[in-house]
Structures are given as structure tokens and as C-alpha cells.
């Protein structure tokens, strides 16, 4: 399984991008997907996940502003952020799993290789 994340960039406090993660080499149905980020000098973080039965689960962070799709017809799963802040700078990484659980790093066995974020005040 390949992952390939796209979209981050540069954009303004209060802005929004959406971030694409493109899934090769398995069947993607069979595979829940999650977003995470982590910011220079800290540790990766949970921002969101969306299971094979498209149950989605967003942190307490990015609730209201970030929502996580999946489109299986195209082998992506997708995280439209809006209402961006500072703090969402970070490297954004797609995660893919083939287990049970869905929300925790562990629970992900293929990461994709990130996308920068920075939002500027």
C-alpha cells in the first residue's frame, strides 16, 4: 500500500485548503483512513479518522473546522480545513489501517510521506 498526501501550502489566518491522500496497492474499501499533523517540536497527533463504513471521528481541536471524507470510487480520502489558525501549522500525514480500531497512530499500518500546512498571522 502506497499513500500519497497533496494539497498543503501557505494560506492566511482563517483561510481553508483541503488536503488529498491518494491510496494505491490494496482494495482502499477495506481500509480505515486518518489524518495527523505534527508541528515542529512536538509529537504527531490525532486530527481525524473515517472508517471502511465512513464513520467519521474528528479531535477536539478541529472539530467544527475540519471535516474528513472518503470517496471509494476514487481511492482518496480527504480533510477540508477551514477557519485555519496558527496552531494548525503543522506536516499533515495520511494513515491507512486494516484492523478493528481507527483512531490511534498504532492502529494505522501505512503512512503517507506529509504535506505541509503553515498558516501565517
Known amino acids: 500500500v502506497q499513500l500519497q498526501a497533496s494539497g498543503g501550502g501557505l494560506v492566511q489566518f482563517g483561510g481553508s485548503l483541503r488536503l488529498s491522500c491518494a491510496f494505491s496497492g490494496g482494495t482502499f474499501r477495506d481500509y480505515n483512513m486518518g489524518w495527523f499533523r505534527q508541528a515542529p517540536g512536538k509529537a504527531r497527533e490525532f486530527v481525524a479518522a473515517?472508517?471502511?463504513?465512513?464513520?467519521?471521528y474528528h479531535s477536539d481541536s478541529v472539530r467544527g473546522r475540519f471535516t474528513i471524507s472518503r470517496v471509494d470510487a476514487n481511492d482518496a480520502v480527504y480533510l477540508q480545513m477551514k477557519g485555519l489558525k496558527a496552531e494548525d501549522t503543522a506536516v499533515y500525514y495520511c494513515?491507512?489501517?486494516?484492523?478493528?480500531?481507527?483512531?490511534?497512530?498504532?492502529?494505522?499500518?501505512?503512512w503517507g510521506q506529509g504535506t505541509l500546512v503553515t498558516v501565517s498571522s
Open positions: 473515517i472508517s471502511r463504513n465512513y464513520a467519521t
Open positions: 494513515a491507512g489501517g486494516s484492523g478493528r480500531r481507527w483512531k490511534d497512530p498504532g492502529d494505522f499500518e501505512y
